[in-house]
């Protein structure tokens, strides 16, 4: 089957520093890229989506400028959480989409969990 | 904006025995998909099942089934033969659209337990 992968899959950081999380598809090209985030027993809550070589779309209430999304390949998205704050901790996960010709499905990373301190 | 809803925030049920879960949601389009997620503790989401709206037929996957009814924008799960490795957060989502490649909006979530 299709693997996602994030990296890392745990980070700690401190107030006000910056948080890169990759998520890549390993076995396939992904069109299309999905950034969620869970706090705490609740459930995913889309944060934006991504298309390669475009802007990502961010949802409303999701700050593009705190919340930096770089689609750089098809197989490759970052999300960046710049100036991270505590209110930022959170268990983010993306999705990965190769399209309708692979059994036209969602591919779900591990999801890497955020503590700022 | 379509919303999905799970009104059970936890069920229970015997091993080896059936437990439902219910899902609703609501939406002005024809064209959608239909989705239950399974979430276990290590927060991999799991594909379970899914049904395309255009379907009749309700979709099977082993033990786990659909119980689709458009008209009511109810989605329910049943699961049979409960196992242990069935407890799990369960998640009903929806993607509107012709393919499954569209934002998942997701139900607030069922914790299931299931007793040995």
């Known amino acids: 089957g299709a693997v996602v992968s994030q990296h890392p899959s745990w980070v700690i950081c401190k107030s006000g520093t910056s948080v890169k999380i990759e998520c890549r598809s390993l076995?396939?090209?992904?069109?299309?890229m999905f950034w969620y985030r869970q706090f705490p027993k609740q459930s995913l809550m889309l944060m934006a989506t991504?298309?390669?070589?475009?802007?990502?779309?961010?949802e409303q209430g999701v700050e593009k400028d705190k919340f930096l999304i770089n689609h750089a390949s098809l197989t490759l998205s970052t999300l960046t959480v710049t100036s991270a704050h505590p209110e930022d901790s959170s268990f983010y996960i993306c999705?990965?989409?190769?399209?309708?010709?692979?059994?036209?499905?969602?591919?779900f990373g591990p999801g890497t969990r955020l503590t700022v301190l | 904006a379509q919303t999905v809803t799970q009104s059970q925030p936890e069920m229970s049920v015997q091993e080896a025995e059936t437990v439902t879960l219910s899902c609703t949601y609501d939406?002005?389009?024809?064209?959608?998909?239909l989705f239950w997620y399974k979430q276990p503790p290590s927060r991999q989401m799991i594909l379970v099942i899914r049904?395309?709206?255009?379907?009749?037929q309700n979709a099977t996957e082993n033990r786990f089934s659909v119980n689709f009814q458009k008209a009511a924008k109810s989605f329910s799960l049943k699961i049979s033969d409960s196992q242990l490795g069935d407890a799990a957060m369960y998640f009903c989502a929806y993607s509107e659209g012709g393919n499954a490649g569209n934002m998942l909006t997701f139900g607030g979530g069922t914790r299931l337990m299931v007793k040995p």
């Open positions: 939406t002005s389009e024809s064209d959608y998909y």
């Open positions: 999705s990965s989409y190769p399209g309708t010709g692979r059994s036209d499905t969602q591919y």
């Open positions: 076995d396939f090209q992904a069109t299309t």
């Open positions: 991504s298309n390669e070589g475009s802007k990502a779309t961010y």
């Open positions: 049904q395309e709206a255009y379907k009749q």
